[in-house]
């Protein structure tokens, strides 16, 4: 049950609302709670979590809608579940951790997970030297979170197997670790022995061209345009999507924010708070 019912009572007499407010209510709040039935099958208000409601704040700006105009429908969601949380009848507000976009600003384009699954599940890449090279490249960018140039600027020395993270350097050289899996650990060791087979005298970045020579930035884009552009119709399928989608999956799995920045790389929590 979503209780709409009793909060439009609560509006019409108890905060005696105007028309035009409970006009506009409605209609947002159908939208909303439509939306939450017929993409994601909930039943329940207590099912709905800060995700869902970021995930239709993307569906509204992707379809053209101003920031002014969605700000306007979250703050009908709020009203929404602060009267379901004041009269116990939700146990969990979704609203504490969504943050209203800013004034002008766009959220991040980012490619869902299911799509992503799709990639690194269902995508054929070739059992060569660059197949091998795009799968982890792909696999490090969505792991890690790290910039087109950060990954280019990647040398052998930066991979420390013991301890199964990455040295990453970044904006103004400033350094930070990004942990890697188990499976990212096997699929680096894979890798970098099919490296020192094809050009065992190369330099020594991480990651070659089929010539031997260290990848460019512009490599690094070609590889994920082309990869993302087989499961993906995202606006943009870029590594900084990539990077997008990395941080957004990250928040809608929980993580706090001060995690999220320091994994990223930001100098201040504004830059994360997007996500």
Not at 22 to 32: E, G, H, I, M, S
Not at 78 to 83: A, G, I, T
Not at 122 to 135: C, I, L, V
Not at 246 to 275: P, R
Request: charge should be positive; aromatic fraction near 10%.
């Amino acid at each position: 049950m979503f209780h709409d019912d009793l909060f439009f009572q609560y509006l019409t007499h108890e905060r005696r609302a105007s028309e035009h407010t409970l006009v506009a209510y409605k209609r947002d709040l159908a939208l909303f709670l439509t939306f939450i039935t017929e993409k994601y099958s909930l039943t329940s208000v207590n099912e709905v979590r800060h995700p869902h409601v970021r995930a239709w704040m993307v569906k509204l700006l992707h379809e053209g809608n101003a920031t002014r105009s969605v700000n306007r429908r979250l703050s009908c969601l709020k009203s929404y579940f602060r009267f379901l949380n004041r009269h116990k009848l939700l146990e969990q507000d979704p609203m504490i951790k969504v943050v209203a976009p800013k004034m002008g600003k766009r959220l991040p384009i980012f490619v869902p997970e299911t799509e992503l699954r799709t990639l690194f599940t269902e995508t054929d890449f070739p059992d060569t030297y660059a197949g091998k090279r795009d799968r982890l490249l792909l696999e490090l960018l969505y792991a890690t979170g790290m910039r087109r140039s950060e990954l280019a600027g990647l040398v052998l020395a930066d991979v420390d197997f013991e301890r199964s993270v990455l040295l990453i350097r970044g904006k103004g050289n400033k350094t930070r670790i990004a942990p890697m899996g188990p499976w990212l650990v096997d699929m680096l060791r894979t890798y970098l022995v099919l490296r020192h087979e094809t050009h065992p005298n190369a330099a020594p970045w991480l990651f070659l061209s089929v010539k031997g020579e260290a990848m460019r930035g512009e490599g690094v884009y070609y590889i994920v345009h082309k990869y993302l552009s087989m499961v993906s119709t995202a606006e943009q399928r870029s590594p900084h999507v990539l990077r997008h989608s990395f941080a957004t999956h990250l928040s809608n799995g929980g993580a706090e924010l001060n995690a999220v920045k320091e994994l990223m790389g930001h100098s201040s929590l504004a830059a994360t708070q997007v996500y």
